[in-house]
């Protein structure tokens, strides 16, 4: 697909950012009272809430492990998600991919073995969405999943690369998305460094491949530390409440 | 947690002395914060935390053909999603009995009451706007009627309308707002215990043996419904109908300053 | 500063430690859980966690499901509890709240209960079970004093649930909370005692979302 109008204008893109800004990212977690874990995520103008149950008895009976705890995912679009035409509940062939590949992000995280005949359940609900929800609602479930205090081996973070024109960017929105000649989306364990989750879809070179997984990486380290300071947050204003006063 | 938080017993002590696990009488609501245009991408948007029970409604409006029975108006669809990252009780797949209910008496409310001014959304013979209401709890705590009223009833009363031309919708830029004529609230009881209490959370849903939603404007009665095995006494029933028409003074309040008229 | 909060995934030192909350993976010790970390003492004290349960140790929980041989209880965590029929003396009935002690966790995940006591009336509140140790308090001192100021009759389980009945049940579970809240912060004993000795104060919570310009209107008790 060959981009329509000029997603870069003097190296900057129609947003303002460069190609290897991200847009900017806020997280609150536990904003579900009822879930073990929850967290919502403005990413750009995304809007996601993520909220973790369990580990608790997988049901139906015949689909527990008893050797280790399954990881069920939900991703879903709420129907008023998007600027364009109503869109139908539940889930459509896309929401499934998304939700399975999610799945297994987390799965390889979890310390399963730890809950035999267990499942632990990750709701993504998208109320707004603008390019890169799937990456956005990894980010946000891996801080919900921090605070419902299930063991992981890592915390994921995940953020989209495409190209547009024959420039590599990073964290590509909606109207990047539609026009762009590739989009890329990455999980990724930020202390081993593993991939976790890869989607292609577009053409690219071998070297924008590692052009574009170097830039997710950079990129990594701002969304890991946006997590890291969302969980600490709370925690460390009760704490400084006392400290001064 | 899915368990019962609280025992009979517990309850019966509480409410011999007026007063509920939370605090509040008998005859009280939770403290609601009500906040319109959380979600840009729809027409219309509400957030409600209803004490613990927190919705975010969305209203959509698209192009549709008119129903048979009113060609020159337009359709209104209500949906609701009891999704399951609000509570241990609800399951991922088609919506429950229970959330259909939800969704029809909010709508009935809203279609009675004429919240919608319905004959200003024909656009040409067999060709009208559709209004969708898609009321979204992320976490439960009872009474999901009167949640979902008053987001529904603030998501529309804030919405945009979007403009037909050249056969093409838009969606953006300048436009006006969607037509509306009146606001209807609603109030829900249930029978807990032997007493009639206003607003039950789900601790006290888990003991409710009946329920009654009154949905009314300033002066009309506009839907009401009966829910669960249990009955009420046509007394009961009365003075209910009495204290929504009361109640709803505030709840209309809450409205207006939600959607800055 | 030796202690800091950490998360899952953090790497807490480049040679092996055993830690509560922590996994050795190569020569490294990495965090699982979000805790507070003590570079000096090695220690790591977790911030959120999930029950494990140990032998000898006492629960709460709710009578799932009463059958010939065995009742089945609801612990609220990824076990079902288990009491065998033929040690309890009198039967008990659904919903039932009971008090058990752990005797084991057994090879298909489920906790075998002995000792059960009914607790009859009042409620429950759930709290996380990594606050737990710090609700009780050094041998019980922090939830004799809840249970003392209030004239609240508390029994607290491992696995996260606290019954109450009786006596001021509003402050109990408010002074409660607040040490759920602020376990991690220094002099807590202190300001929960100060907390006690006031009269019952209305207890009201503030649910506001995120500060915006979008129009708000709130209304309280009405």
Redesign the interface.
């Known amino acids: 697909m060959k981009a329509k109008i000029d997603l870069i204008v003097n190296g900057k893109r129609l947003d303002g950012r460069g190609p290897e800004d991200l847009r900017e990212i806020k997280i609150t977690p536990n ?5 073990a874990g ?1 967290a919502y995520i403005e990413w750009g ?1 995304n ?1 996601i ?3 973790v ?1 369990g580990p ?1 008895e997988a049901l139906p009976k015949h689909i527990s492990d008893p050797n280790k705890a399954i990881i069920k995912c ?1 991703y ?1 679009m ?10 139908k ?2 889930m459509n062939r896309r929401a499934v991919e998304i939700s399975k590949v999610t799945a297994e992000v987390f799965e390889d995280v979890i310390l399963v073995d730890s809950f035999p005949g267990n499942e632990i ?1 990750i ?1 993504i ?1 998208v ?3 603008d390019g890169g929800t799937r990456a956005a609602g990894i980010t946000c479930a891996a801080v919900a999943l921090a605070t419902s205090g299930i063991p992981m081996r890592d915390m994921p973070y995940a953020v989209s690369a495409g190209r547009i024109g024959e420039t590599v960017v990073l964290d590509l929105n909606k109207v990047e998305d539609n026009y762009s000649e590739a989009d890329m989306p990455v999980a990724i364990s930020p202390r081993t460094g593993n991939i976790n989750l890869l989607q292609m879809d577009g053409i690219l070179t071998r070297e924008q491949f590692g052009q574009a997984i170097g830039m997710v990486k950079k990129a990594g380290e701002t969304i890991t530390r946006i997590q890291k300071e969302a969980l600490i947050k709370p925690y460390q204003e009760i704490a400084e409440k006392y400290i001064e006063g | ?7 009979e ?2 309850l019966k ?1 509480r409410y011999s002395r007026n007063l509920r ?4 009488q008998l005859t ?2 939770r ?12 027409e219309g ?1 509400a ?1 409600i ?1 209803l ?2 029970t ?1 919705v ?1 409604t ?3 409006i ?1 192009l549709g053909e008119p129903m048979s029975d009113t060609p020159e108006d337009g359709n209104l669809i209500t ?1 609701n ?1 009891l ?6 009780a609800f399951d ?1 797949g ?1 919506p429950s009995p229970e959330s259909i209910e939800i969704a029809r008496v909010v709508d009935r409310g809203i279609r009675a009451a004429g919240v919608v001014d319905m004959s200003k959304l024909f656009i040409e013979a067999g060709k009208v706007w ?1 209004v ?1 209401i ?1 009321v ?1 709890v ?4 009872g009474n999901m009627f009167d949640a979902g009223t008053l987001s529904a009833v603030a998501a529309l009363l804030s919405s945009r309308m979007p403009k037909y031309e050249d056969g093409k919708v838009i ?2 830029g300048d436009l006006g707002r969607l037509p509306t004529g009146n606001i209807v609230t609603s109030c829900t009881y249930a029978k807990v215990v032997g007493k009639v209490i206003l607003d039950p959370d789900s601790n006290e849903e888990a003991f409710a043996s009946s329920r009654i939603t009154i949905a009314n404007d300033e002066q009309y009665i506009r839907a009401m419904q009966k829910g669960l095995s249990g009955s009420f006494t046509q007394g009961e029933i009365e003075s209910a109908i009495e204290m929504s028409f009361e ?1 709803s003074k ?1 709840l209309r ?3 207006k ?4 008229d | 500063m030796t202690r800091k909060i950490v998360v899952p995934g953090e790497v807490l030192a480049e040679r092996p430690l055993r830690l509560n909350g922590a996994i050795v993976e190569g020569s490294k010790t990495c965090a699982t859980v979000m805790g507070i970390f003590d570079d000096e003492k090695s220690l790591l004290i977790p911030l959120e966690g999930l029950w494990y349960p140990k032998s000898e140790e006492k629960v709460i929980g ?1 009578v799932e499901e009463a059958k010939l041989n065995s009742y089945t209880i ?1 612990l ?1 965590a990824p076990y079902k509890g288990i009491l065998i029929a033929k040690f309890v003396r009198d039967p008990i009935d659904n ?1 039932a ?1 009971i008090e058990a002690t752990v005797r084991e966790l057994d090879k298909t995940g489920t906790v075998v209960l002995v000792r059960p006591r009914v607790l ?7 709290v996380k079970p990594s606050k737990i140790p710090r609700i009780i308090g050094r041998g019980n001192t922090m939830i004799g004093q809840v249970s003392n100021g209030t004239s609240t009759t508390i029994e607290v389980g491992m696995n996260g ?1 606290i019954w109450m ?1 009786g006596g001021n049940t ?1 402050l109990a579970t408010e002074a409660i909370m607040k040490i759920q809240e602020e376990g991690h912060t220094s002099g807590l004993t202190d300001r929960i005692s100060s907390m006690l000795n006031l009269p019952a104060r ?4 503030t ?3 995120e500060e ?1 310009n ?9």
């Open positions: 904003v579900i009272r009822n879930a929850s103008a809007k809430i993520s909220a149950y608790r939900r879903t709420a129907p008023f998600s998007s600027l364009e035409e109503h869109g509940p539940g359940s709701f609900e109320l707004q969405g | 947690m899915q368990i019962r938080a609280i025992t017993e517990y002590s696990d939370d605090n509040r009280e609501y403290k609601i914060v009500l906040k319109t245009g959380v979600v840009p991408s729809a948007s957030e935390f004490g613990n927190h975010i969305g209203v959509k698209g949906s999603e999704l399951p990252m609000a509570s241990e991922a088609p559709e969708f898609d979204h992320f976490n439960y705590d969606r953006e109640k505030t309040e809450i409205i300053k939600a959607v800055g | 709710i609801n609220n919903n709240i009859t009336g009042g409620k429950l509140i759930y649930l009945r509003d209305q207890h009201t919570e649910y506001g979302t915006g979008n129009v708000r209107s709130e209304e309280k008790g009405y």
